[in-house]
């Protein structure tokens, strides 16, 4: 339950108010590593890539048939 996570700004920090309660930031976690990896792959020149990371998607310039990246969605 998201009320139970208490966030505060300065200085920064996140904790949970009961001692049962799990947070999962595995989501943001995997898109920002997919934002980071595509980052990386423009600096080093890789104007046309798709990366993916867990599940999350960034595609730029066109696919291997230049015509976009085909991606499937079960």
């Known amino acids: 339950d998201w009320r139970r996570v208490e ?3 300065d200085p920064p920090a996140v904790r949970r108010a009961r001692v049962d309660t ?3 930031l595995s989501s943001p976690a995997k898109g920002r590593a ?6 990386l792959a423009r600096r080093l020149g890789a104007r046309n890539h798709l990366a993916a990371v ?3 998607l960034r595609a730029a310039g066109t696919g ?3 015509t ?3 991606v499937g969605i079960p």
């Open 7 to 9: 966030v505060q700004t």
């Open 22 to 24: 799990q947070v999962d």
């Open 34 to 39: 997919t934002d980071e990896l595509s980052a």
């Open 54 to 56: 867990g599940g999350d």
């Open 64 to 66: 291997p048939r230049g």
């Open 68 to 70: 976009g990246w085909p």
